[in-house]
């Protein structure tokens, strides 16, 4: 295959050389309007050769170069010499027919949209068709506008000048007007239809459009309208510059390939100062897609996740995003969510993959380490509730149950005593009136239990009630700084009443203050209780398993405890719990 490429680039020169002689020497042109030709099909010769030795498995390459020989050969049509003649005007027209493959198969070097396809057929079809019904019937100096100098026609079957100008005219319509009307419409809608970054890539093809716009206008002019000459020549000088520059761009497809390449390269380099969360925004770079996701295979789990352990939902087949999935020893590793115009450079998408492997690997067990944490999280959330919830189950039975019996008890007690009257010794009077005392000190020792497994004001008023309850409940002044309005979820409440109670505990118990204050306020959609005393100081989470706990329950919510607490100066609690502002 090198040597065939070798071959090729060799035959080309000499073949530049005979057109530039035929349209100079034979057709009479100036040296100016002779050298277009020849540039057109050397660029394109050039710039295919270096795409097919890149890229060998894509056709773009070999389509590039196929296009070059057929505008070199072109030329031979204007040749006095029958077979030469022939051989030009027949195979000549290819080169139109392969500058629209050329455009539509753009990028991958294929064709596959049905529709493209057939138009890139029927173009072969009427670039030899058309030519050949000519040569069937054209005599010596025929006067033809492919062919001024044509000599009679080798495969002359019926000499008719008239029916082959008719069919010169017929092919101009039929390719330069319909064809070429549905090539421009199939690019643009080609254009419109590509992802962002297809875009970028397809840009070529909008250059493509207006070339081949100019051509068929140029065509028209020089059939049809003989009386503006100059504005022909104008049209003409342009979709010239537009098939060259049309060639370089190809060249600058071969480029951005590179540039993504090298960017593979810089991945490489800067792949152990990348955090496993910034893992994405590399390959983003490198790839040269923002819209790029990552997601890793948790084979625990079976299934994908983010880089912060949240589950990901691959896109379903049939959907404008393609899926890329890496794979190590055999086992998924990690998948690449991306534009769809990623596969049209598989070896790109292959190269970063194989880079960022061992990234891959230490961000999917990252990935992994924060989902399991995610989940004791949500377990923890999931205790914790089900904890409050039978703490208010207990608080609902002790109120409704013995404690409402005990004080139907005494009431029926009192009621005896009072209908017994004088009829009662005093010994049994008193026995009784102990007893009736008794029953209102268990029901109050009843009552607060129940406050402290679930107070029924927080759940039946809030927050800020059920802190005014605690605070006249306890044995040291406590003053109320500040308390949220409204209600707050049911969990974040509890957890916060629980630490304003551990905390004035530790400071009526251990702590020795004569003051507290406590404030409870949202801030920055967080939920902030402080309580402050004025004891001893010295308290620490590790000191005793009431703050321990406490510090647990906060945390399951998602939250934070912090205690300052230096010897000798008080004591600050503080719960950070989260709560929508």
Known sequence: MKVLKIALAVVAVPLGVIAFRLLHG???QTEIRSLPAVVIGWTAIATGLLAWWQRPVNRMGMLMTLFGFAVLIRP????????????????????????????LAYPTGRVVDRLELMLVRVGYATVLSFPLAILLVTPEGARLKYAPLAPESPILLSANADLAKTLEKAYVIVFFGFLTACFVVLLLRKFVKATPRSRRILLPLLLAVGVAALRAFYEFLSTFGSEVPAIADYVYWWQVAGQIALSFAIVWGLLYSRL??????????????????????????????????????????????????????????????????????????????????????????????AAARLALENARLQAELRAQLAQVQESRARIVAAGDGQRRRIERDIHDGAQQRLVALALELRAAQKRLGG??????????????????????????????????????????AALESLADRTPIPVRIVTAPPGRLPSEIEGAAYFVACEALANAVKHAGATSVTISAARRNGTLVVEVADDGVGGASLNGGSGLRGLSDRVEAHGGRLRIESPPGGGTRVIGELPCAS
């Open 76 to 103: 031979w049509q204007y040749s006095d010499r029958p077979w030469v003649f022939a051989v030009g005007f027949l195979l000549g027209g290819l080169s139109f027919a392969l500058l629209g493959h050329v455009a």
């Open 260 to 353: 993504a390449a090298a960017h593979v390269a810089d991945l490489m380099r800067d792949l152990d100062r990348v955090p496993p969360e910034k893992l994405r925004d590399a390959l983003a770079r490198a790839l040269d897609d923002p819209s790029l996701e990552l997601a890793f295979w948790l084979p625990e789990r079976n299934e994908y996740a983010d880089a912060h352990g949240r589950r990901v939902a691959l896109p379903t087949p049939g959907s404008r995003r393609a899926v890329t999935v890496l794979e190590s020893d055999g086992e998924p590793l990690a998948a690449l969510v991306h534009d769809p115009g990623l596969r049209e450079d598989a070896r790109l998408l292959d190269a970063a993959g």
């Open 26 to 28: 034979d057709l009479h």
């Open 423 to 464: 009829e009662l010794g005093p010994e049994l009077d008193a026995v009784l009136a102990d007893a009736v005392g008794e029953l209102q000190l268990a029901v109050s020792e009843l009552r607060e239990l129940a406050r402290g497994v679930h107070p029924a004001i927080l759940t039946e008023e809030g927050l800020g």
